[in-house]
């Protein structure tokens, strides 16, 4: 699975996201709202400089004015912060189960979940005696459409919002297998929601094949998607189960009631 790895400046290379940060950082110091003149002197920044700024991140929710000429943290940081705070529930509750699967059918396990028209790898577990050859760094992201764990999300998404999917990304493709058309996608996602399982034919990667499994928290909301890589000559049908048992056992760690059709998607399957 190619997987890009990402890059992470110590610094901001943009000026004007440095004076960003520097800005949430003095709201985030304090609980009440912090007044325009009290802001520019605490990060050097000219009160224009500040202003202009701080009603850009207004304007994306990330800065409340509760009243002319003060700031306060915005409600889009609480939202954020509570997706990552999921993620890493999702992580700490998979990784001895992920193991396990890992121990029995002796392939990558991979847990990923979806960051906009992407999937990310949060965590895997991997072995060289595998016969992968393939990294899949913990971080890397992948067009939803050519993984696995991508067609998850994308069935569980309204056919509308699967058409703007298609619009905004082109469907570019990887290989020669990639699903590169609209109406061979929509195909596929109706397999995946018939069988409560996805699969990657080589399209991301040749030479390689996954299948997925969703993860499902209290609210019943598809939250993350569990994943088989293996050489595409030995990707094996039999370990459907136990990855299906696997994902459901970490559904419901994170407070899922019962295997039951949510998000459009059946939780269980009997097809491979």
């Known amino acids: 699975m190619k997987i890009t790895d990402p890059g992470t400046p110590s610094i901001p290379s943009v000026q004007v996201l440095e004076r960003m940060f520097t800005l949430i950082d003095v709201l985030a110091s304090r609980e009440e709202a912090v ?4 802001i520019s002197e ?4 000219h009160p224009s400089t500040a202003h202009r700024i701080l009603n850009d991140l207004t304007i994306g929710r990330y800065v409340d004015r509760p009243e002319s000429g003060s700031y ?4 889009r940081l609480l939202e954020l912060g509570n997706l990552v705070k999921a993620r890493l529930n999702v992580r700490e509750a998979a990784m001895a189960p992920m193991r396990l699967l890992h121990k029995q059918i002796q392939q990558p396990v991979n847990l990923s979940v979806r960051q906009g028209d992407e999937i990310v790898y949060v965590e895997r577990t991997y072995s060289e005696r595998s016969g992968m050859q393939v990294v899949r760094a913990i971080g890397g992201h992948a067009p939803l459409h050519l993984t696995s764990t991508g067609k998850l999300f994308l069935a569980a998404d309204d056919p509308q919002r699967v058409r703007a999917y298609a619009t905004r990304t082109g469907l570019a493709g990887n290989t020669h297998n990639s699903i590169t058309q609209l ?3 929509e195909s596929e996602l109706a397999k995946t929601r018939q069988y409560g399982i996805a699969r990657d034919n080589e399209e991301l990667e040749l030479g390689v094949r996954c299948i997925a499994a969703g993860i499902y928290d209290d609210q019943g909301k598809l939250v993350a998607g569990l994943s088989i890589s293996a050489p595409a000559d030995r990707i094996d049908d ?3 189960p136990r990855l299906q048992s696997t994902a459901a056992e970490i559904s419901m760690s994170l407070g899922f009631a ?3 059709s949510v998000d459009g998607m059946p939780a269980s399957s009997t097809a491979g």
């Not at 007044?35 to 009290?38: D, T």
């Not at 605490?42 to 920044?45: A, S």
């Open 238 to 240: 039999g370990w459907l």
């Open 258 to 260: 019962g295997w039951r």
């Open 72 to 75: 306060r943290l915005g409600m």
């Open 42 to 45: 605490k990060t050097g920044l």
């Open 183 to 185: 109406g061979v996608l």
């Open 35 to 38: 007044s325009l003149k009290e």
